[in-house]
């Protein structure tokens, strides 16, 4: 049973340019949710997709956005890339919205320069 | 807007050594808590968990986390660390009527010397 996958697992982007990162969840969950998680911080929350649709959503701006797809997969698109976009970016699948155990992927390390 | 703090950035100890690791939120209403390890290049793993009940909870590996509802705090303790226990080390809150959205604490890098 695979767990969470998330592809690429290393991504290099200049500024300006934009980026489509990809999640596929854990078998059995519906609801997958985006983190950032900067060099010695603690992942934050970007936004929650379940039903195809948007949420939830922290506190990050409108370059920052997601799709699910009716398998439940999900990309994470972010515009504009600046140099404080360079993280791990985390994808985490759970069955259904209500507060339960929460699958991590290993996530996708972006720089940009 | 509810956040974690966790006390300690770093924590060196030697194999055999106990380990405390103070985690405090602040949210005013019910919520459940969470310990996540990161073992180096892995994903993050559920350490445990607390939603209700015994506060006092065991997880896996040997961990275990005490929920003091009046001091707002979870702290994650192990008796007795091993090498293998090198990792870092996540406290996250998760409100209940905020769906399963997690807020993490920064973290606790943990280093066992053998």
């Known amino acids: 049973d695979a767990g969470v996958t998330q592809s690429p697992t290393h991504l290099i982007k200049t500024r300006g340019q934009q980026v489509t990162l990809r999640c596929s969840p854990k078998?059995?969950?519906?609801?997958v949710s985006w983190y950032q998680q900067a060099l010695g911080q603690g992942p934050q929350f970007i936004f929650q997709?379940?039903?195809?649709?948007?949420?939830q959503r922290g506190n990050f701006p409108d370059r920052f956005s997601g799709h699910q797809f009716p398998n439940y997969s999900s990309e994470l698109n972010v515009n504009a890339l600046l140099l404080g976009d360079s993280a791990l970016y985390l994808c985490?699948?759970?069955?259904?919205?209500?507060?339960?155990?929460?699958?991590f992927g290993q996530g996708t390390r972006l720089t940009v320069v | 807007a509810q956040s974690v703090s966790q006390h300690n950035h770093h924590v060196i100890l030697s194999e055999a050594a106990s380990l405390e690791l103070g985690c405090n939120y602040s949210?005013?209403?019910?919520?459940?808590l969470f310990w996540y390890v990161q073992y180096p290049g892995q994903h993050l793993q559920l350490l445990l968990k607390?939603?209700?009940?015994?506060?006092l909870v065991k997880g896996i590996k040997g961990f275990e986390a005490e929920f003091i509802k009046s001091k707002f705090s979870f702290n994650l303790r192990k008796p007795s660390v091993q090498w293998s226990d090198t990792a870092e080390y996540f406290c996250?809150?998760?409100?209940?009527?905020?769906?399963?959205?997690?807020?993490f604490g920064g973290g606790t890098r943990v280093l066992v010397k053998p």
């Open positions: 985490a699948s759970s069955p259904g919205t209500g507060g339960s155990k929460a699958f």
């Open positions: 078998s059995g969950h519906d609801t």
């Open positions: 997709y379940y039903e195809e649709e948007e949420r």
């Open positions: 949210y005013g209403g019910t919520v459940n």
């Open positions: 607390y939603f209700s009940g015994d506060p």
């Open positions: 996250a809150v998760n409100p209940k009527a905020a769906g399963n959205k997690l807020t």
